[in-house]
């Protein structure tokens, strides 16, 4: 079978890779200490190698490919949201932030997890009854279909490939401090494994893995919360004063301004909250289940997982400041943290459990990884297949086979691009990567989709060249911010003295978006207007998505 073909390539591959690079540099003694953890970890992997074979054997149509057939229940699609959000960013890149930045962490988890509230309640049933695979469908439902869809695609795109740079810079580092191998071929091999899980497995697998992976994350991080808090013999006031005796920060460290320093840059990260609210990997999840109840319920289920992590998670990056202060194997010469910023919680796991336990973290850490990657790769192809191709130059009557075949090779090329972008951005938090992503989504897919299910005076210009404008200026603030500006491309100063523009563009997104639309008097735009009525009953209703899942 070409997948066991794959899978067996990928292993071969790291274990030569891992061997090689021992034998050259005569370190057996870390050879033999390593081998527990990357035992677990090809265990791991192996496994959700087989669910995706499984999952191959029965992808038999596009409905299949994309949204999983449409039968994934509410409680396994909440599931499936929740482990696709508890990414790299979520555990590696957000435990890392509280292990450097304190309190400000803790602030970077809490915004993740009020983004969900809102696609609970503003659009969850929404989407299940107005779409078909995307949220460019609900967005294009009553507008003029082309120029609607590129535009959304695109960005879509540019949302979904900077998130997916943060997450393959996190399995590129894990691996390369798991299996000593350089970070260039280590991030290679997540795209190889990317690639597999998504060309072949489809949105089914992609989805079964992230319900996978999503329990055994929860169930490692809660044991390895357990084993923290029994050195402090459960006592948080014990462990809060041992960070404050030991941080470099002091006192400050349990206080906000650590990272965030300014007012304007604290309201502008705080508006990222609907920026998760816009992200098309998330939103496609909701086309995987029966019914806009089951959609209610998969938002539901997910928010109280996704809580339920991210207060774990704040525990293991402050339990890393205290575990990790005197003992100098995880830190170099220099005094830095081994494997980079996002590192500490991984250090962390060795420290309380081992190398077995170092494995498994390592593993599940990696498994979470490659979901989230495999459900961006996912949302991407069937920005270019489904929305592109299929319905804007096939103008709704593709041939099934092909459009199948151009998603297979959109994973491909997505799949190499974020490989050169993880390389080039490596050395930056993955967190804060993902916050890239959201603040584009913040400020283009989630106005659009807001006004495009709420408001009757939406017409194609304004969705047009609001959105154009809002997401060009988002995107040219974030790269004159310091993050991109000094930090990549070695500027001495800034030209845009914020991190994130969230504060200016996404309510320049509302006005551009409702002033383009308020000023067109075209005939069109009357009768998109007209259109609203229907939309509008089907939304609240749900008439026609019955019968698409019928016909589905």
């Not at 050879?31 to 953890?37: C, D, I, L, P, R």
């Not at 508890?86 to 602030?107: K, T």
């Not at 997982?305 to 400041?321: E, K, M, Q």
């Amino acid at each position: 079978m070409p997948i066991s073909r794959c899978s067996a390539v990928f292993v071969t591959v790291v274990l030569t890779c891992y061997s090689s690079l021992a034998f050259a540099q005569g370190q057996t003694q870390t050879t033999t200490v390593n081998v527990a953890a990357i035992s677990m970890f090809l265990l791991v992997i192996a496994s959700t190698l087989v669910i995706t074979w499984w999952a191959a054997r029965r992808i038999r149509n596009r409905t299949d490919y994309y949204a999983a057939g449409g039968n994934i229940s509410g409680l396994q699609n909440g599931l499936a949201i929740a482990g696709d959000y508890m990414s790299a960013g979520g555990f590696l890149g957000m435990s890392g932030l509280v292990y450097f930045s304190g309190y400000d962490g803790l602030i970077f988890c809490m915004t993740s997890v009020l983004g969900m509230p809102i696609i609970l309640f503003m659009f969850a049933e929404k989407l299940r009854n107005l779409g078909e695979y995307t949220f460019v469908d609900v967005v294009s439902f009553r507008l003029s279909d082309s120029p609607v869809r590129v535009f959304a695609s695109c960005c879509s795109l540019v949302v979904v490939v900077i998130y997916l740079v943060g997450q393959t810079v996190g399995a590129g580092k894990l691996i390369e401090l798991l299996f000593e191998i350089p970070y260039v071929y280590s991030v290679s091999l997540v795209g190889l494994l990317m690639g597999i899980y998504v060309v072949f497995g489809g949105m089914l697998a992609t989805t079964w893995v992230q319900i996978i992976k999503a329990m055994l994350i929860l169930l490692g991080v809660t044991y390895m919360v357990l084993v923290l808090l029994a050195l402090f013999d459960f006592n948080f006031e014990t462990l809060f004063t041992q960070v404050v005796e030991v941080h470099k920060a002091g006192k400050s460290v349990l206080l906000p301004g650590g990272y965030l320093t300014d007012p304007v840059s604290t309201i502008s990260f705080c508006l990222l909250i609907f920026g998760v609210a816009g992200l098309p990997h998330v939103l496609m999840r909701f086309f995987t289940v029966a019914d806009a109840q089951e959609a209610r319920k998969s938002m539901f289920y997910a928010t109280c997982f996704i809580s339920y992590f991210y207060l774990l998670t704040f525990v293991v990056g402050v339990g890393a400041i205290v575990v990790l202060a005197d003992q100098a194997i995880y830190f170099d010469e220099a005094g830095k943290i081994i494997g980079g910023v996002n590192m500490p919680a991984i250090h962390l796991a060795h420290a309380l459990g081992g190398d077995y336990f170092l494995g498994f973290i390592s593993a599940v850490a990696f498994a979470t990884i490659l979901a989230v990657v495999a459900g961006l790769t996912i949302s991407a192809a069937s920005a270019v297949s489904h929305d592109l191709y299929a319905n804007v130059i096939c103008k709704g009557k593709p041939s099934e086979k092909t459009e199948l075949l151009i998603s297979r090779a959109t994973v491909i090329a997505v799949g190499v691009l974020a490989v050169i972008l993880g390389i080039v951005f490596q050395y930056e938090n993955i967190a804060f990567l993902n916050a890239f992503a959201i603040c584009i989504a913040a400020s283009t897919n989630f106005p659009l989709l807001v006004m495009a299910i709420y408001w009757q005076g939406l017409t194609t210009r304004g969705a047009v060249n609001g959105g154009i404008i809002s997401f060009a200026v988002t995107l040219c603030l974030l790269v004159m911010s310091p993050a991109v500006w000094v930090n990549v491309l070695g500027y001495e100063q800034a030209l845009f003295p914020y991190r994130f523009p969230t504060v200016f563009t996404l309510p320049l997104a509302f006005f551009l978006i409702w002033w383009f639309s308020i000023t067109d008097k075209s005939a069109r735009a009357d009768s998109e207007r007209s259109a609203y009525k229907s939309q509008f009953i089907r939304a609240e209703t749900g008439l026609g998505a019955q019968t698409q899942t019928a016909s589905h």
